[in-house]
């Protein structure tokens, strides 16, 4: 009984983690549900916000100051709580506490240990995995926030080549430079259209050219593609055609790369996925195997 109960605590712990590392992703029909509605006003999305604070950030709170006085995060996990739109305050308050959480969790498990079966590992083996769960746990939050900067990177990328396409028609059909960014980039939604919007706006607003707007986001979220653009565009000139030629370059360019890279993961996710039947056929093996070998291992 005790080794049953230790063992659904084991695996109930090793499922939180798995799904903190692995959270659910929303339906296809939420999704879908989602295009097209209203914006929410600011103060319902801030309200919002604060309602999905995880507890983990409410209670590594008062450590903030200290990670921050140890140098934390450094320039390139910032830039990735930039684009992902994570606050700093936030992320090393989930960082302190689940290392907390690392730290507690296999002391808690041995106490408990000893009060069931009256013995229990010695504490240097509590110690050293309450160490090493707590280091692995403190980086958790740096994986979530690196992958959702991927995906936004990813995002940023495709919406820009579907951007310049759209931007490339409008062109070949008679309209001005201007005209033709602005309305490309009413077209497309999302976070990465966004973006683009704000920066047309911002070279509105300062009177700047827009391809130094371009190239400023793109090395605010690390995006190289919008950097290679104004830098193309402002080699190419001010002139219309000129232009549209760059442009159109650079487009095909992309869905070149985009659809090279789709088909690597596409034969990546093929092999990955032959691991799993290998190792259910080496499991199937040994559960019709080992009746046979134990009964041949007692004969002798």
Known sequence: MTGILLGLGLGGFLAVIVYGLNPPKPSLADTLSQLGGPTPPAAHAAAEADEQTGWAARWGRRVVPVL???GLPGAGLRRDLQVAEVPVE?????????????????????LLWWLLAGTGPAWPATVAGSLAIAVVLFCVPDLSVRGQARQRRAELKHTLSVFLNLTVIALSGGAGIHQALTDAAASPQG?????????????????????????ELGSRTGV??????????????SEGAKVRISLEAKAAAMRTRSLAESDGAAQSATERMSLPVVVF???????????ALQNVLAGL
């Open 90 to 110: 936030r992320f090393l308050a989930e960082k302190a506490a689940c290392f907390t959480a690392g730290l507690l969790a296999p002391s808690g498990a041995s």
């Open 191 to 215: 976070w990465a259209a966004a973006q683009l919007r704000r920066a047309l706006t911002a070279s509105d607003l300062r009177r700047r050219s827009v391809w130094l707007e371009l190239g």
């Open 224 to 237: 190289t593609d919008l950097e290679e653009l104004a830098a193309t565009v402002s080699l190419a000139g």
């Open 68 to 70: 921050r006085a140890w």
């Open 281 to 291: 056929f080496a499991g199937f093996l040994m559960f019709i195997g080992y009746p």
